[in-house]
C-alpha cells in the first residue's frame, strides 16, 4: 500500500533518482547546457543538509513510497520568517512537490500530509511553485485547499546575444550608474507603486498595502545584502527607474555555470514605454556580461509589456510554473 513517511538518510541515493528522471524542465536544461546529473545532485544535497538541521530548524521533509515501496514522490515544508515579518499570517512555502512518478491518491495524500503538518506548526499561509505541464499535481493540491494565483514563464538569454540597442529619445538627459545608499527611499518608492504583476497581490486573503511593503523590504535587503548589482536609472539627480541583479553563487558552483538572475527591474511611471525599459535592461546586461555568460528571469503569464520587452531582447521561455496558495480561509472553501 502507498505511503508517506518522513524522509531518511537512506532514502538520498533514490531520491537523486526522482530528481533526475523529473521530465518537465529538459528545455531549460539543454538551453542552459545544465547538466541533470550535477542539477539533482544540488537537490538532494540541498535535502540533505535539511535533513541534519531536522523539522526544529523549520523545515520537514517527507518521501512517499509506491505499493512496492519504491520511492515515487518528495516534498518539504519550510518555515518562511521573511514573509512572515509582512503579513498578519505565519508563513510557509512547499519546495519542492515533486509527485510526477506518484499516483493519484499517493499525490493527494502526500499534499494532505503537507497541508496537516502545516497545521501542527501553526502555520496560515503556504505557497508552492510547481511546473506548467503538471496538471494532475495542480488538482491534487487544489483538491486540499490550494488556489492558483499566477502562472510565471522563466526566460533566459546568453549575455552575448543581447543586442546593443540605440537610447530612444525619451532617454535623454539620463544616465544609468550603481546604485548608492541615497537611492534607497526612491527606489522603494517607485516599487511599491509601480509593481502590479506579482502572485501576492494576486492573492484575495493578503492585505494589497502588506504586499507593497513586502517588495520595499525586499529591495532594502537586494540593495544592502543580496544583490550582485543594482543599477538605478537617473535623471537629472532624480531616480527614475532600477534593476537588480542576483548571483545564484552555490547553484553556478555545483552546476558549473554562469548564470546570473534579473530579479528585479522597475521604471516610474513618466519612464514607461517608448522602449526605455528594453534599453535599459540591455546596457545594464552588457556591463554584466564580463562575469557572466546567462541571465534568467521570471515574469507573470498576464505582463505582457514585459514579456515583449523580453522576447524582443532575444530572450526565449524555457519554462513555465504554476503558483498557488494555501491559507486555512482558502482552504475552507474548497478542501472536503
Request: a positive charge; glycine letters at 6%.
Amino acid at each position: 500500500m502507498a505511503s508517506v513517511r518522513l524522509l531518511r538518510s537512506d532514502d538520498l541515493n533514490p531520491l537523486r533518482g526522482l530528481f533526475l528522471d523529473f521530465p518537465c524542465k529538459a528545455a531549460q536544461q539543454r538551453f542552459q547546457n545544465i547538466d541533470p546529473r550535477a542539477l539533482a545532485a544540488y537537490f538532494v544535497g540541498v535535502a540533505n543538509a535539511h535533513l541534519g538541521k531536522g523539522a526544529a530548524a523549520g523545515c520537514a521533509q517527507w518521501v512517499g513510497e509506491d505499493d512496492k515501496g519504491a520511492l515515487a514522490a518528495f516534498a518539504a515544508l519550510h518555515r518562511d520568517e521573511w514573509h512572515s515579518r509582512f503579513y498578519p499570517l505565519r508563513c510557509g512555502r512547499v519546495a519542492p512537490f515533486l509527485t510526477h512518478l506518484a499516483s493519484g491518491s499517493l499525490r493527494s495524500k502526500m499534499a494532505e500530509v503537507v497541508v496537516g503538518a502545516a497545521r501542527e506548526d501553526g502555520l496560515e499561509h503556504l505557497a508552492v511553485r510547481i511546473d506548467g505541464s503538471e496538471y494532475e499535481p495542480l488538482r491534487a493540491l487544489q483538491t486540499r485547499g490550494f488556489y492558483l494565483v499566477d502562472c510565471s514563464p522563466k526566460f533566459s538569454a546568453r549575455l552575448l546575444d543581447v543586442p546593443r540597442l540605440p537610447p530612444p529619445s525619451s532617454v535623454r538627459g539620463t544616465s544609468i550608474r550603481d546604485w548608492r545608499e541615497e537611492d534607497l527611499a526612491p527606489i522603494q518608492s517607485i516599487v511599491s507603486t509601480s509593481h502590479p504583476f506579482n502572485h501576492y497581490y494576486n492573492d484575495p486573503h493578503l492585505p494589497r498595502e502588506a504586499t507593497s511593503r513586502l517588495f520595499s523590504g525586499w529591495v532594502e535587503k537586494c540593495c544592502r545584502q543580496l544583490a550582485w548589482k543594482v543599477f538605478v536609472l537617473e535623471r537629472r539627480d532624480r531616480v527614475c527607474g532600477f534593476v537588480i541583479y542576483l548571483n545564484p553563487t552555490a547553484l553556478n558552483r555545483a552546476l558549473s555555470t554562469r548564470l546570473v538572475v534579473l530579479d528585479l527591474v522597475c521604471l516610474a511611471e513618466e519612464m514607461r514605454g517608448g522602449g526605455v525599459g528594453r534599453w535599459f535592461i540591455a546596457e545594464t546586461l552588457r556591463r554584466l556580461a564580463a562575469d557572466f555568460a546567462l541571465v534568467e528571469l521570471r515574469t507573470s503569464h498576464n505582463n505582457l509589456p514585459a514579456i515583449a520587452c523580453y522576447e524582443s531582447l532575444g530572450m526565449r521561455t524555457v519554462s513555465c510554473d504554476f503558483i498557488l496558495h494555501w491559507t486555512e480561509k482558502g482552504a475552507g472553501r474548497t478542501e472536503s
